[in-house]
């Protein structure tokens, strides 16, 4: 689009937009209009048709809505610099036409938004769904009062990163004045931040609502721990041992679990809720995905996605609606359900050949011919949870790969011989195939 | 390689999931196949006429594994010999089972081809001459089971060719030939 002077939004793969450090979305109305009113304007302001408005506590995004392809794209204006909002006007023609919010934005000379800007351009943002004008009105008042960029100026990133989310590596190496070495090193610089930290801590728990206005620091807190480890972790590699190495891992995933800045509740989302959510959990699941394996179970992602939001708890019921939505989306991931009812998470790139390669050759050792295996022996060989290894023992026996034994030792899947053996001679033992390999590995040790 | 007695027993008797009925249907299908031609062939080798679910049977369990049939398999195995008229419940309970290597009709040409090599045309003979006696030592008839060979005589008296007649003490009973 020419003349668009407004700052482009990066998107996520679901398109959900990246959001600035401490960002934090407070309010959604869809099917909403920005332009400019303004007949007689030497600016030219971009047209921008019937798209998602997101009030962040920084931020107005405009996101397009993907079916219509008049205007394409996601655009930000900084709340910094618009310099006047008009109350809304009350009168007869309004109560028929589309509810509409006119605000004052200042621009510098060649015709980019800033906070200290000469000219000016009067927008409009015109609401065609149903959407809560006043309170969105308020809402906008509010965080444009608070001012809650300002708070940001000194923290580290912000300048430089704005616009991506502060995941890159690095930046907080430098400020630490000791030298850290080894886990020893990394725990004493822990022991030292909590303890000047100690304060905050006890006031957040003085009661929820402290809590609740900490969360953010909290948050913060978290992650700087994290990258600290990380760059503590990557420069000292050859020092550590697996054993630190392991309570290093460990320290980050508890660290990584706390960490949603901005969760989308269904005070902010309004009827978007759900649509929100799903592309914000479709976010989040990258990282448990990769983990696991490329397959994580529904209820592991509920405690993690909970536990990640920290307050603004959802309901399961939410989280099913929420993956069920996925299938309306461009998102990477899917919601599967397994035919004993079990639901998982997985990539759409998941192939199920794979694993079965993977629990083929798996089953085909000599050690496992003989005894089988379990679903937490699989587990451990794929790197799942036992629950999960189950699913695809399972259907690998429902495509005649393998079969079960159940005896008083337990549930145990071999690979399946029937398929081998021949029908008219049973006591026939090819010279190659799989029975034979089987026979041979029965009788090697007896 | 395994042996029950005399009895052969083919490798894949080792392998455990041969004892788990299978919930697969191609697999159980398989299975099934698997187990009707391994009792068929012990029964026939061993002369085992008549299988009860509830006592031991030795091809139901394989202690060198640990592993046993249960009755639910048990029963889904002999149903299929049943299905393919190769065995027969005894009650309708499902406790015994009559198990067919040869079908009904074919014990009856072989009770004919046994009256004509011993020259019984029209020679009298009792029941237990044709379990015990000299004459069917060493054929298949040796220790036939007793309503087996009630049933493929019923079939040739229908025939006409051989009428069975109360002997003169109450548990025997004799058969005229007349071939």
């Known amino acids: 689009m020419s003349g668009n002077f407004l700052p482009p939004v990066q998107l996520t793969a679901s398109g959900r937009p990246v959001l600035q450090r401490n960002e934090i979305e407070c309010f959604y109305l869809s099917s909403v209009d920005l332009i400019s009113e303004d007949e007689p304007t030497n600016i030219p302001f971009p047209n921008l048709k019937s798209g998602l408005l997101i009030l962040t506590s920084h931020r107005l995004l405009w996101i397009s809505d993907s079916s219509s392809s008049e205007s394409t794209g996601a655009f930000a204006v900084p709340l910094a610099a618009i310099s006047h909002i008009f109350s809304h006007k009350k009168s007869i023609k309004s109560m028929f036409a589309s509810p509409r919010i006119r605000f004052q934005l200042s621009l510098t000379p060649d015709g980019r938004v800033s906070g200290h800007g000469l000219r000016s351009v009067v927008a409009t943002i015109v609401l065609r769904g149903k959407g809560d004008c006043d309170a969105f009105l308020a809402k906008f008042w509010e965080n444009w009062r608070a001012r809650a960029w300002e708070d940001d100026g000194p923290a580290p990133g912000s300048s430089s990163n704005s616009g991506s989310a502060p995941a890159s590596s690095g930046i907080y190496s430098s400020d630490g004045t000791v030298r850290m070495v080894g886990v020893a090193g990394i725990l004493r610089k822990e022991q030292e931040m909590w303890e000047s930290t100690d304060k905050s801590l006890q006031d957040a728990f003085q009661d929820l609502n402290a809590l609740m206005s900490k969360a953010k620091e909290m948050v913060m807190l978290a992650e700087k721990m994290r990258q600290k480890l990380l760059s503590g972790s990557t420069s000292q590699t050859n020092a550590s041992n697996d054993e630190e190495m392991g309570t290093k891992e460990e320290m980050q995933d508890w660290l990584l679990s706390v960490g949603i800045i901005s969760p989308v509740t269904k005070e902010s989302a309004g009827a978007m809720y759900h649509q929100q959510l799903s592309r914000q959990l479709a976010d989040f699941v990258k990282v448990p995905l990769e983990r696991a394996g490329g397959m994580v179970n529904l209820i592991d992602i509920y405690c993690l996605f909970n536990r990640a939001r920290g307050t603004e708890l959802i309901s399961p019921d939410d989280l099913l609606q929420a993956c069920s939505l996925w299938e309306k989306f461009d998102v990477p991931v899917v919601l599967r359900k397994f035919d004993s009812g079990v639901m998982v998470i997985q990539n759409k790139s998941h192939s199920d050949e794979e694993v079965f390669t993977k629990i083929k050759v798996l089953v085909m050792k000599p050690d496992t011919l003989r005894a089988g295996i379990s679903a937490s022996d699989a587990a451990r060989t794929l790197g799942v949870a036992p629950a999960m290894a189950k699913e695809h023992l399972l259907s690998a026996e429902s495509k005649g790969l393998l079969c079960r034994d159940i005896s008083p030792d337990g549930f145990r899947f071999y690979i399946n011989l029937f398929t081998e053996i021949d029908r008219d001679d049973l006591h026939l033992v090819k010279d190659h195939g799989i029975y034979a390999t089987w026979v041979r590995a029965n009788h090697a040790p007896q | ?179």
């Not at chain 2, 031991?56 to 009755?71: A, D, K, M, Q, Y």
């Not at chain 2, 009770?111 to 069917?136: K, P, Y």
């Not at chain 2, 220790?143 to 025939?159: C, F, P, S, Y």
Request: with cysteine; hydrophobic share 40%.
């Open chain 2, 1 to 179: 390689m395994q042996k029950l007695g005399e009895f052969k027993l083919p490798h894949f008797f080792n392998y455990p999931p041969y004892f788990t009925l299978q919930p697969v249907r191609d697999t159980r299908e398989k299975q099934v196949q698997l187990w009707k031609d391994l009792i068929l062939d012990y029964c026939r080798t061993q002369k085992v006429f008549v299988i009860g679910l509830e006592e031991e049977f030795p091809l139901f369990s394989n202690p060198v594994i640990g592993r046993s049939l249960t009755h639910e398999a048990r029963e889904a195995f002999l149903s299929a010999l049943v299905a393919d008229g190769r065995a027969e419940w005894m009650d309708k309970g499902h406790r015994k089972c009559l198990i067919l290597w040869h079908r009904i009709q074919e014990w009856a040409e072989i009770l004919v081809q046994f009256a004509r090599d011993n020259g019984l045309e029209d020679g009298v003979v009792t029941m237990e001459e044709i379990r015990f006696g000299t004459e069917s030592q060493g054929t298949e008839l040796q220790g036939i089971d007793r309503t087996i060979l009630n049933r493929a005589l019923k079939i040739l008296e229908q025939k006409g060719k051989l009428v069975v007649f109360k002997g003169t003490s109450t548990d025997d009973e004799g058969v005229k030939f007349s071939l």
